[in-house]
């Protein structure tokens, strides 16, 4: 399952940059995230529920560029990768998030007959809004 989402954050993009890169306070700002545990500099933990289906993978974070991109690859448990692309525009912040992944006990044709595809597009969007609304309350704050 692959998807891509592009949003206009209202803040500078070093405060989104470093809002984003802090995934120890993801559970508190996205539903779908559980968990999050830094292993080491560039590898995490993650524990998400998607469309009622708990997973649970390692991810090594394998491009960082500050102010401008961060990739990633799963290197064990639910096979996922992406990256997120920042770019300052403007009114703010333009935030790529593109993603692919496919949970390990269900085939992809599976997921998406099954309405699930659409469950967790839809589970994305209102995490990914509800991201945008606290990262700008947050830079005014700031």
Known sequence: M???K??????PIDR???MWVRSSNYPKLLSHVKEVTLKSPTVEHWKVELAGIPLEFDIELTDIQENKHLAWKSIA???NSGFVHF???PEGTKVTVHFNFLPELYPAELVEKLGAGGMVENQ???DMDNLKSRIE???KAA
């Open 2 to 4: 692959e998807r891509e």
């Open 6 to 11: 592009t949003m206009i954050i209202n803040a």
């Open 16 to 18: 989104v940059y470093d």
């Open 77 to 79: 448990g639910t096979d």
């Open 87 to 89: 770019e300052p525009v």
């Open 124 to 126: 994305i969007q209102e």
């Open 137 to 139: 309350s947050m830079a």
